[in-house]
């Protein structure tokens, strides 16, 4: 139990992981330590080997567990056993080797961009705050990529509307700068200002709803569930799929692959590539659709 308190402190104060990852990791960890009670009783989690771990890999693979959850459980134990080493608390990490189980190949959600013509208009309502409040909210999903827990966070001091550029705090505490047009720049401009004749606390916090309040998961959620649900029929309707409809139209207009994967803030271009890959498919559908000789 010590260890795992000192794991919980390492991920919240060093490695700088969310809440929700911190939940994630030591969930994880929680289930493997109650197997290993139930399958090894007697077994010392000092004299665990990669032998006694494969056997809990191998129990949620047998139970039909999605590869994506078992590659998370993977990760976890590494980063738990890692920091182990580390403090000296072992010698070995009996995770390191094992191999992650492949994953279907699977495109995400995307919004076509004409049924996204309309997101300029997205605050036609600007009398009413919450009509402005929300437009702003989409048009920051899809034209910065943010992910929902950086729009969330985001403070009005990392906002720069001179040099239209804001700063965000991403996974990991990682920092990166995303530019944006003059239009945006405006349109942020007006929503300060009636958040401000409204009289709004904010306690440095860009955005905050009419009650003067941090906005939170799920009320963001729904503002972008709603007003996708009047202009797409794809099942999925997330914050996150404005952020992929804003990569995939990037890698669609030929952006250069390096700077999509800086602009979203991910630590290495295999997360990115996928959207080339989406990129593609809509290139190989658009032939076959199209071209008399596509099919002789």
Same mark, same amino acid.
């Given at each position: 139990? @010590? ?10 104060? @060093? ?5 929700? %990852? ?43 567990? *999605?590869? $994506? ?39 995400? %959600? ?20 919450? $009509? ?25 001091? *990392? ?32 929503? =300060? ?5 409204? !009289? =709004?606390?904010?306690? #440095?916090?860009?955005?905050?709803? %009419? ?17 996708? #649900? ?28 390096? $700077? ?16 080339? *890959?989406?990129?593609? !498919? ?6 076959? %659709? ?7």
């Amino acid at each position: 139990m @010590e260890n795992v308190l000192l794991f919980e402190r390492y991920l919240r104060d @060093e490695k700088r992981r969310s809440p929700h %990852s911190c939940n994630a990791y030591l969930t994880d960890l929680a289930q493997h330590q109650a197997f290993m009670s139930e399958r090894f009783p007697d077994l010392a989690e000092s004299d665990l080997r990669q032998i006694h771990v494969r056997s809990w890999i191998v129990s949620l693979t047998t139970r039909g567990l *999605h590869p $994506a959850s078992i590659r998370r459980k993977i990760s976890a134990l590494r980063t738990y056993f890692s920091f182990l080493q580390r403090s000296g608390i072992r010698q070995d990490n009996p995770a390191k080797g094992l191999l992650m189980p492949k994953l279907p190949k699977r495109l995400p %959600s995307v919004v076509r961009p004409a049924d996204l013509a309309d997101v300029a208009t997205a605050h036609t309502t600007e009398g009413d705050y919450g $009509a402005l409040l929300e437009g702003v909210l989409i048009r920051c999903f899809y034209e910065l990529g943010l992910r929902r827990s950086e729009l969330i966070n985001l403070q009005q001091r *990392h906002v720069d509307l001179v040099a239209r550029q804001l700063k965000v705090l991403g996974k990991g505490g990682k920092e990166r700068i995303i530019p944006f047009g003059k239009e945006l720049s405006e349109l942020l401009s007006r929503y =300060l200002i009636k958040r401000d004749e409204m !009289e =709004l606390g904010f306690d #440095g916090f860009m955005f905050v709803s %009419s009650k003067s309040k941090p906005l939170y998961a799920k009320q963001v959620y729904q503002i972008v569930h709603r007003w996708l #649900g009047g202009r797409t029929t794809i099942s999925k309707r997330s914050p996150h799929v404005l952020r992929h409809s804003f990569a995939t139209h990037l890698a669609d207009a030929g952006a250069d692959i390096n $700077a999509i994967k800086t602009l979203l803030g991910h630590a290495n271009l295999g997360a990115t590539q996928v959207y080339v *890959h989406n990129s593609i !498919e809509q290139l190989v559908k658009t032939y076959h %659709s199209c071209h008399p000789r596509a099919e002789t």
